[in-house]
Every structure is written in C-alpha cells, then in structure tokens.
C-alpha cells in the first residue's frame, strides 16, 4: 500500500501560517486592530505599547461592542460580520472583511478580549473579559467597563521563535506603529487618537472638524501652512486633499499618503499620478508631501488583492490616474491663493457630474497693466550684448521697509497667512548681485532668481506652442552659416531631427557647416542663433534624445534654460517689471522647469529677530 505523504495541517499550524501572512510585525497587529475598531463606529481610540509592541499593544474603542456568542466566535478564522456571501466582495464597503485578524493575532500571542455592548439590556449590564493563549480561550469572567471593547496582546509571536528573531529594534518597531496610526488618523480626522509608549505619551489627537486641522495636529502648524488644498470630481469619482506647494519638498515620498474609500493603500498607479503631478517642479530626488482621497463606487475597486488588505486593484485604472494627475496639476498650476476644499461629501455612491476644481485665470491688477502697457513688445533677454550692459547701471538695493496702507481681503479658510505672491503688485527694491530681484511685500523681503523665473517663462511658452502644433519659426532674413568642429560634425547632424523639432531651421551645408534659416520665434532671429550655439557645445554624446516619454519636456528644458537671462545681466527696471508681470501670467511660477524655487522668502518677522528688535 502506497503510504500517504500529504495530509490536513492542524487548525493551530493553519492558522499560524495565516498569522504569518496577516501579522507581519506588531505594526500589523495594530493595523488590524484600529480598523475593526473603526469599523465598529469608534469614536475615540487609545493605542498603548511597550517593548516596540512585543511586550504589550492594546487598543481600547467606544464602539459598538460584542456580545458574549460573538466575542467568543470572532477568535474563529474566517468569522466576520462584514461579508456574508461571494458577492459581498466585489462591494466591500469596510475596513476588514476577511474575519483573520482576531483569530490570526491570539495565535501567536497571549491575548485579553474585554468588551461590552452598549445597550441597556440586564445581559449587557456587565461586560465580558476572555483570556486567550495560542488561539485557546483559557479563562472567561464578568468584567465592569465602559461600552465598548478593549484587545491587550502580550509576548507577541512568544510560540513562533522564527517569526521573533527577524524583528527589528524596539525604537524601529515603535516607528512603524506610529506610522500606522499616524496614516490611520489622517484618514480618519473624526475619530480622536492616542498612542503611548512605555508609559508615555507619543501623541495624542483630538477629534478635527477637517483633513487640514489633523495634518496641523500631526506634523504641525508649519507644514500645514505650506499645504494647497485640491478637490476634482467626476461622475462616480471624486480626488481631494492636501498637497505642499512647490516650495517645500523632502528626501523621501515617506510623506505621500494615499487612502481609497477611507482604506489607507500603497499604489504604484497612485504615487506614480502624484509623481507626473509635480513634474517640472521638484528638483530630481525630492518629493511633496501629500495626503489624497480617492473615493469611488466600491465595485470599481477590488481590496481583495492582498492579505494585510494595503493594495488595491482599480477596474478602471486610466480614469483613476487621470483624476488624480489633473487634480493635483491643476491646483498647482496657479499656487497663488489657497482655496476651500475640506471633505466634500462621503456618499461615494452618489458622487454628481462635478465641477473640475482648477485654478481660475488671474486678474492683473492695474499696476501689472500698467506695466505691461510700457512695452509693446515681449520681453527678450538672451543676448547679453556687453553694450547694453554698460548702459544698464545695477539699481542699488533700498531695505526701507514701508507698511501697505491696507491689509489685502481674504475671504478664504487660508491655511497660512500667504501663499504665493503676485509678484508684479510688489514694490522692486533693485538688483543683488546682478542675478536675483529683491521685492518687498507685506509678509517681507522676497529674493526672486531671475534666471530661474524667466526659464519658467520661456519653458511655459514653448510647451504651450508646441500644444499648438509644434514650435513657431522665425525665418531669419539671411541665412548663417555655423561652423561646426569636425570631430563632432556627424554627431550634430544626427541631431537635426531634435533641433528641428525644436524651431531651428538648419539643414546642412557641407561636410562640417549647417545653414540656420529660422530660429523659435520666442527667442527672436539674433538671440536665437547665439542660443544655438549654446545647445550645440552642451549637447552630449547621444545629442538631444531623452529615454521614455519625457524627451520632449527635457528637450523644452534645455532651450528653456539656455535661452533664458543668466546670472550676472544687469536688468533695467522696466525689464524686472515685464519679467515680474509675465511669471504673474504663467503657470507653475513658483519653480523652474528644473525644480529649483524661483524665489525665496525673508519674513518681517525673522529680519526683525536678526535685529533683536
């Protein structure tokens, strides 16, 4: 008789295995915990831990509570009270629906289950307390307490020695738990949390009337000053929350949280629209901070897709990325003033047609028009002709500070006392060091790099030409023959291509010479033929071609960059005015196309405190 090598695991090891899958560490356990907390109608949370979770992490709710029958059958595996057939999972509409997590955690830990129903019933007058070891309930008693339910997990993972060898250290372990109920209590602004340590208080965070006012509680008034608020909806599909401006960035995307139907995810999709959302306006490396809202019809998102419940599968991914790109691009496009965007409806299900929430066209005020209306022509400041220059005499910096005869009205829930200014309304106090414009403003002294200001510019006007179809060419009255060295005659030539496409006109004209017959009109005929020399002697090895989808922008980069005024030009007033007054006009004024800001602020206040005053 062939003798049988496979054979039904115990329901102890069975479940062990699954603990494994749905408790990774005691983050995970703490996850799993809140979240039938808050399925339960909790309003106020306390989290408690000791030894990093190992020793001891329990969560206490006001929620509904159990009775005896359910709070013994909810340490069952696969009991829940979310789901009740195949179809239900295909419109979860709660935070846990697979019904491991009691089960998973008791048996792997020594457990205490305290709870209480709230009810006036003689049954519920008392509540229950169950002592559970391994996924074995040991001892059942009366207990008094209030409604709701209390879990202590103590010697987590004390019969799985290999599960507790691979965790990390006691303050690495509280970190990630802390980041657990820090990104459960963004999600949540209604529900008051707090999270002790060994005896002490990490945070504590009381109920918030909004997604601002739980950012300010969590990472304080700072960071919560520097946040746009961004909302966009469509039928069946709204994005909402709060983004840093493009001022402010950090080292690591540790600070984009992302959160589908209240549930908090990780998702390539969601953090790859975030990403493409800031293009152009981060340094390479840096990321925003970040906290989005994605609500859709449930059936349109499967959570069934991993066993700790962090990823999601979208049915329609292209309107998801969409939204979340245009939402967060349309918001930033014009950082000037902070609109009001706090949580719009949670009926997901009856999202209506909605009203794309994007930045409306700036009204310049009657100083910009006016400065506008002393040149008729665009402003052009390539060529830096040592004449000129000479003519042009630095204006020397003024530091009198001169309060405005009135405070500006605003009439919004503004976040922070001023966002982005315009900058052409402020007063010109000169020119340092022939390279940055110093403004004075209500809120105090702006430093504006004029190199990155008028690369901005220049790099908004040639994106929307080529929108347009394609970059206008200016055909130069004569032709100008450019000489090229021979040792890299042939690279340049296999360039052509890109440099056509970006509105130079050459064609070649013998072995190591082109013919320029048009240059962007942008630039003008004489700027523009100089600028072509500065993109010839900084092309590298490949020329001009960029991997992917992003050729083209890097391609507007670089003639943005080369065309636009350097460092070291002297600018007459009426230059600085029309430069001020086209950034005021362009979108994403705030950085230029490479990230970098394109002004930094000295508050009253800090200049004052240099002084002692």
Known sequence: MTQRIIHILPEQVASQIAAGEVVERPASAVKELIENSLDAG????????????????????????????????????????????????????????????????ASVAKMKLLTRQASDSQSAAHGLEL?????????????????????????????????????????????????????LALVNHGVAFSLAADGRQLFSFPRATSPLERVRQAFGAKLASQTLQFSLRRPGIGAHGLATMSQESFATPRMIFTFVNGRAVRDKLLARAVSQAY????????????????????????????????????????????IVYHALRD?????????????????????????????????????ETASVEQSDRPLRLVADNPSTMARIEQRPLNLG???????????????????????????????????????????????????????????????????????????????????????????????????????????????????????????????????????????????????????????????????SVRVGRALAEREIRELLADLDRTQFKTNCPHGRPVHINFARGQIERMFRR
């Open 401 to 563: 500070f001169q309060r405005p005869a009135e405070n500006t009205p605003n009439g919004f829930a503004t976040p922070r006392e001023a966002s982005v200014p315009t900058y052409s309304t402020l007063k010109i106090l000169g020119q340092i060091f022939a390279g940055y414009i110093a403004l004075e403003g209500e809120e105090g002294l702006l430093l504006v790099d004029q190199h990155a200001a008028h690369e901005r510019v220049t790099f908004e006007k040639l994106r929307a030409e080529m929108r347009d179809g394609g970059i206008r060419t200016q055909t130069m009255l004569t032709g100008a023959t450019v000489e090229l060295n021979p040792a890299r005659a042939a690279q340049v030539e296999a360039a052509l291509p890109e440099l056509r496409a970006m509105g130079f006109d050459l064609e070649p004209f013998g072995p190591s010479t082109l013919l320029l017959k048009g240059t962007p009109a942008v630039f003008g005929a004489e700027a523009g033929a100089k600028l072509l020399s500065d993109m010839l002697d900084s092309m590298g090895e490949n020329g001009f071609r960029a991997a992917g989808e992003g050729a083209l922008e890097e391609w507007l980069k670089q003639l943005a960059c080369h065309g």
């Open 131 to 183: 002592l559970i070891a391994g996924g074995d309930i040991e001892t059942e008693q009366a207990c008094g307490m209030a409604a709701g339910t209390r879990i202590e997990v103590r010697e987590l993972f004390f019969n799985t020695p290999a599960r507790l060898k691979f965790m990390k250290t006691v303050s690495t372990e509280q970190g990630a738990i802390a980041e657990v109920v820090q990104r």
């Open 42 to 105: 909790a309003r106020n949370l306390a989290i408690e831990i000791e030894r990093g979770g190992l020793g001891l992490l329990s969560v206490t709710d006001d929620g509904y509570g159990m009775s005896r029958e359910d709070a013994i059958l909810s340490l069952r595996r696969h009991a829940t009270s979310k789901i009740r057939s195949a179809s239900d999972l295909t419109a979860i509409r709660t935070l846990g629906f697979r019904g491991e997590a009691l089960a998973s955690i």
């Open 331 to 367: 918001r930033l496009a014009d950082q000037t003033d902070s609109i009001s965007a706090d949580a719009p409806p949670s009926a997901v299900d009856t999202l209506h047609p909605a009203i794309r929430a994007s930045a409306s066209p700036m009204i310049p005020s009657s100083q």
């Open 279 to 322: 293009q152009t306006l981060m340094p390479r490396g840096r990321h925003p901070a970040v906290v989005l809202f994605l609500e859709l019809r449930h059936d349109e998102v499967d959570v069934n897709v991993h066993p700790m419940k962090t990823e999601v599968r979208f049915k329609n991914s292209g309107a998801v990325f969409e």
